[in-house]
């Protein structure tokens, strides 16, 4: 019996691997690293990419090349076999050490690396004459590349917000392209610069003519990209200009590796972070929620009732039982008793002022109750003046049944 035919198996399409000025076999170490891990590498633009073999068209590391300080040929002390097989690549914030195949493939690494951060082949390499082309060849297109995009040091930000950012990230670099003030497609360069302990900040103006820029300097100098400006700036002043490259070692997204259902090939997955909950009401553990206290509201001088306390006092403060305080309460359209009193101390009178209505009701701040006012009258009378007691108790509960009238009244 013949076997039904199955379909014929359709090969699963692969990505394009991608296209870079140089690439070999690498090995690389970095500064965690305990030894060195064989990559397949490739240089495309200003970043190394490292994939597990040649076949790969998806990377797993990358080093970018902005914050690039020099190259050097220094041997590891721990290092068997050829020691001209080894260089180190030096950034800002970090060193990477290298071990090529052959001197020949560290030459050609060293020299695309300078080429493209340079923007010049370099001339100091020992190098054949087809290596020097390639290298022309991939600094042609770095350049057509380069007048498409603009340069990781370029931020949008105003001028007083460049010189912030400087002086905030000393480390992150020295020079900042930014969008002229004039508007327009016209470009500033911010510098800052320590001289004698003292910061010197330096703006510079780069005018658009065409598909040129011109830096505006005492002898103008074009460039055909913004990148040539920035190493216009590096190369004149000896590097000690730096590109702003602020620092972004930490992701901000939450991301995971996971299978593809259909394909079965792994893939990297941003998580989706869910939003908090709102807090809702609680209730407290240890009995009823306490309520939160009441805003006095001050009122005005001429609504106010005279004081009950001497003005020497505080209006809100309330006068111990157990202390013997002065005879404060005082009335001055209340005339005197017959008989004269020893006054301790000499009181502060009050002047009486005409009552004017007010306008709108108010709110009037209790000081002191007056069942409180009277047993504190009462009972300072009583410590000071034993002999006087009961006068003064009349006294008080007719001063008391006053200003209940002036309440009555004012309400």
């Not at 007691?389 to 509960?397: N, R, V």
Request: glycine share 6%; proline share 10%.
């Amino acid at each position: 019996m013949a076997s039904a035919l199955s379909p014929p198996r359709i090969p699963k399409h692969k990505g394009a691997l991608p296209s870079h000025y140089y690439e070999s076999f690498l090995q690389k170490k970095g500064p965690h690293d305990q030894d060195y891990k064989k990559f397949w590498a490739g240089l495309q633009g200003c970043t190394l990419y490292f994939y597990n073999s040649n076949r790969d068209s998806q990377h797993v590391e990358k080093l970018v090349l902005g914050a690039f300080v020099k190259l050097t040929d220094e041997v590891p002390w721990e290092s068997s076999g050829d020691p001209g097989i080894y260089f180190s690549l030096v950034l800002r914030n970090q060193e990477i050490k290298f071990k090529a195949e052959s001197l020949e493939s560290r030459e050609m690494w060293k020299g695309f690396i300078l080429t493209v951060v340079e923007l010049r082949v370099p001339s100091n390499l020992t190098l054949l004459p087809g290596h020097l082309y390639m290298m022309a060849e991939a600094l042609a297109k770095e350049e057509a590349r380069r007048a498409l995009e603009l340069p990781p040091c370029f931020l949008k930000v105003s001028r007083l917000d460049a010189q912030l950012l400087l002086e905030r990230y000393p480390d992150c670099g020295n020079l900042l392209l930014r969008p002229s003030g004039d508007g327009g497609d016209d470009v500033s360069v911010t510098t800052r610069q320590t001289f004698n302990g003292t910061s010197v900040v330096r703006h510079y103006k780069v005018k658009r003519e065409g598909p040129k820029y011109v830096i505006d300097v005492e002898e103008p100098f074009s460039c055909a990209s913004l990148d040539s400006v920035v190493n216009y700036f590096v190369s004149h002043t000896n590097n000690a200009l730096v590109p702003f490259l602020l620092d972004e070692d930490y992701e901000k997204v939450l991301g995971h590796v996971e299978a593809d259902k259909e394909n079965g090939e792994r893939v990297w997955v941003a998580s989706s972070t869910p939003a908090a909950p709102s807090p809702g009401p609680t209730l407290a553990s240890g009995g009823p929620k306490k309520l939160p206290p009441l805003p006095i509201t001050p009122v005005a001088s001429q609504d106010r009732s005279p004081p009950l306390l001497n003005e020497d006092e505080d209006e809100n403060y309330v006068i111990p039982i157990g202390d013997d305080p002065a005879a404060n309460y005082m009335n001055g359209d209340v005339p005197p008793p017959s008989r004269q009193v020893p006054k301790p101390r000499k009181l502060a009178k009050v002047q009486a002022k005409p009552l004017k209505p007010p306008v709108v009701p108010k709110p009037e701040p209790k000081v002191l109750n007056s069942g409180l006012a009277k047993k504190l009258a009462v009972g300072s009378m009583q410590t000071l003046f034993p002999t006087t007691a009961p006068k003064l108790a009349d006294l008080t509960a007719e001063l008391e049944e006053k200003l209940q009238r002036r309440r009555a009244l004012e309400h």
